[in-house]
């Protein structure tokens, strides 16, 4: 599948200072947190046109455990709505389009929830790495 790419980096959670990494880039494994070191490899991550988030190795995009509380890395599937992400600059919060909830960062794990503007540990950057 060919995707364009309109920006590429790190998910960095705002409160924490950690990344999301993809660990060891299996099916269904989930996002942890981790400490961002700038080199890319498993805090990689490309955002593209199509607001599918896609990992380092190219075939595996972010997505979302059927129960909507892990978020996940998944085979990529052409607009398959459960791979759908929309980043939202100005609260800093990744929306999961199809349940319209946003990725939190919880301790160790990244985790979908209520968005909620009171909370930081909703918020996230994107940094160029």
């Not at 200072?17 to 070191?37: M, P, Q, S, V």
């Not at 190219?58 to 085979?75: P, W, Y």
């Not at 929306?95 to 990725?103: D, E, F, R, Y």
């Amino acid at each position: 599948m060919r995707m364009e790419f309109k920006k590429f980096g790190q998910i960095k959670s705002v409160p924490e200072n950690k990344c999301a990494d993809i660990n060891f880039g299996n099916d269904n494994e989930k996002l942890a947190l981790f400490d961002c070191h700038g080199k890319g490899g498993n805090q990689f991550f490309a955002f593209a046109k199509n607001q599918m988030i896609v990992t380092q190795n190219s075939e595996q995009c972010v997505g979302v455990t059927n129960d909507l509380i892990a978020v996940i890395t998944v085979k990529c599937a052409n607009q398959n709505e459960s791979q759908l992400w929309i980043y939202f600059e100005g609260k800093k919060w990744m929306v999961h389009v199809a349940s319209g909830h946003c990725m939190q960062a919880n301790k160790t794990e990244v985790t979908l929830g209520k968005c909620d503007s009171d909370n930081v540990n909703f918020q996230w950057e994107i940094n160029n790495s």
